[in-house]
């Protein structure tokens, strides 16, 4: 029987993988990701600017750092990252329609523009 994951310990597991090696970009996106599961925002944030830094073509981490802006209330440059995330290839409209980090940005018309490009023509 699987026992439950313990993300403090997961954290400072991987905490400890990139302190000996700060560019090992998977464990900077899964720190990234711990971090604000468990509500550290501004841990979650840097991890995500920091992967952005390391792998700039990268759409998943343009997209992640636009989540982690939308949750810091920072809603113009998370607008700029997911606009950036779409111009790199993402297009998981469906996850963007639903994804709870981006709820700050859901009525914004610049959010609403950037659904309708990915939205297919009819």
């Known amino acids: 029987m699987a026992k ?3 993300p403090e310990f997961e954290i ?3 905490e400890s993988v990139l302190k000996r090696d700060a560019t090992y970009t998977d464990v900077v996106e899964i720190l ?3 971090y604000t599961k468990q509500g550290r925002i501004a841990d979650g944030l840097r991890m995500d600017r920091k992967l952005v830094k390391l792998l700039p073509a990268n759409a998943t ?3 992640n750092l636009a989540c982690s802006l939308a ?3 920072r809603a113009a440059d998370a607008l700029r990252s997911l606009r950036q995330a ?3 290839g993402y297009d998981d409209l469906d996850w963007m329609q639903q994804d709870p980090d981006l709820e700050a940005l859901k009525e914004r018309p610049e959010f609403l523009s950037l659904l309708a490009q990915l939205k297919p023509q009819s």
Do not use: M, N, R, V
Request: charged content about 15%; proline content about 6%; glycine content about 12%.
């Open 4 to 6: 439950p994951s313990d």
């Open 12 to 14: 400072a597991f991987f």
């Open 32 to 34: 990234g990701g711990l």
């Open 61 to 63: 981490a343009h997209y």
């Open 71 to 73: 949750l810091s209330k």
């Open 86 to 88: 779409i111009e790199l």
